[in-house]
């Protein structure tokens, strides 16, 4: 018997809508993380500001956070995180290889990781670019100054690549002195074996406040030579792991745009805002489709803060390092921070 469009429309819309409103699977990197009890971190081993382990042993800074924000909200508590430390060339692989759930570790999105290593690039959480430090008495004032010079600068990093490209298209001739661990680039330069060092600019600003024996004998220029966007990345092949850590970095940046904070969270519970109720899940469960608990977003704020507190405790002008919001302050304070809705 022939049915009519009509009713093949409805019943269409009808099975769309069905999906639409269906549970997410946890997926197997969420079934992992709590049997175990944790999220495994893959982190910088020591880059003040983003990710580092103080003297108690404890781990503080941006990527750092993000880390404790995502254990909060899958597991309730921002403590149940392992957190591994990773130079540049072992990142990838132990992300690949399952070693790290997600690698929250100063890593620049770029097509060359997003199409070749088994990667998901989820969210920018810190918008950086390439510059370079240079002795004080040097007198050096700009990149170009730098022609025929010797530049100290990490291998295995886009860091190095980009040094190579700019040097060859303004012919400066620049000599890369490459070393395999960041600790080796920065001890080189500081012993005066380069002329200037060369990293993301948020890690020449930690660098020269850790490790300079005095900050001010060291000048970063004021030229970036390249964009780096900064964020964490998971495995391909789990979507619903991928999702669940997009999400929390999308919530805790819209989490700021509405004005929800780790201090004022319970009151603003009452709010009669749709968009606050959504966040913070007081009339939509928008958890079940992520496979977590009604309030996951909630529990992420109430752990680290939304992403304006995360930013000013790491790396923000109150900070050790000092860094200006920038380019990371919300879309409508002339910044790039823009977080996709939780609708």
Same mark, same amino acid.
């Given at each position: 018997m ?5 009713r093949?429309?409805?019943?269409? @819309? ?8 269906a549970?997410?699977h946890?997926?197997?990197? @969420?079934?992992?993380? =709590? ?14 500001g983003?990710?580092?382990?103080g003297?108690?042993g ?11 924000? /995502?254990?909060?909200?899958v597991?309730?508590? $921002? ?6 430390? #990773?130079?540049?060339q ?5 992300l690949?290889?399952g070693? /790290?759930?997600? #690698? ?16 998901h690039?989820t ?6 670019g ?6 004080? +008495? ?27 490209d700019?040097s ?6 620049i +000599? ?25 600019a948020? $890690?020449l600003?930690? /660098? ?28 391909r ?12 970095v999308?919530?805790?940046i819209?989490?700021?745009?509405y ?21 913070? $899940? ?9 496979? #977590?608990e009604?309030d ?21 002008? =109150?900070?050790?390092?000092?860094l ?5 302050n919300?879309?409508? =304070? ?10």
């Amino acid at each position: 018997m022939n049915k009519s469009p009509l009713r093949i429309a409805a019943a269409c @819309l009808a099975t769309a809508t069905a999906f639409a409103a269906a549970p997410a699977h946890a997926g197997r990197t @969420l079934d992992g993380i =709590k049997s175990r009890g944790q999220v495994v971190c893959g982190v910088n081993p020591g880059l003040a500001g983003f990710s580092a382990a103080g003297s108690n042993g404890k781990w503080a800074g941006l990527d750092v956070d993000i880390c404790r924000a /995502v254990a909060a909200a899958v597991l309730g508590d $921002g403590g149940k995180v392992q957190y591994v430390p #990773l130079n540049a060339q072992q990142r990838f692989t132990a992300l690949q290889s399952g070693e /790290v759930d997600v #690698l929250s570790r100063n890593t620049t999105f770029s097509l060359t990781r997003d199409a070749s290593l088994g990667l998901h690039q989820t969210v920018v959480t810190y918008y950086d670019g390439q510059g370079f430090m240079v002795p004080t +008495k040097s007198k050096i004032k700009s990149v170009k100054q730098l022609k025929g010079q010797t530049v100290c600068v990490e291998s295995g990093t886009t860091t190095e690549k980009n040094l190579t490209d700019y040097s060859k298209a303004n012919n400066l001739a620049i +000599k890369p002195v490459v070393f395999e661990k960041v600790e080796a680039a920065t001890g080189a330069y500081f012993a005066g074996r380069c002329m200037a060092y060369t990293t993301d600019a948020s $890690g020449l600003a930690s /660098v020269r406040n850790k490790e300079a024996k005095v900050p001010s004998g060291h000048v970063i220029l004021p030229e970036l030579i390249s964009k780096e966007p900064l964020g964490p990345m998971v495995r391909r092949g789990d979507d619903e792991w991928f999702a669940i850590v997009k999400w929390v970095v999308y919530g805790l940046i819209e989490a700021e745009e509405y004005g929800i904070t780790q201090a004022n969270l319970e009151q603003m519970k009452t709010s009669v805002n749709p968009v606050v109720q959504r966040i913070l $899940g007081t009339t939509e469960d928008s958890g079940k489709f992520l496979g #977590l608990e009604r309030d996951w977003m909630a529990r992420a704020i109430r752990t680290t803060g939304n992403y304006g507190e995360i930013f000013e405790r790491n790396v923000g002008p =109150k900070s050790a390092l000092a860094l200006p919001r920038g380019l990371n302050n919300q879309w409508n =304070k002339e910044g790039l921070m823009y977080a996709f809705p939780n609708r």
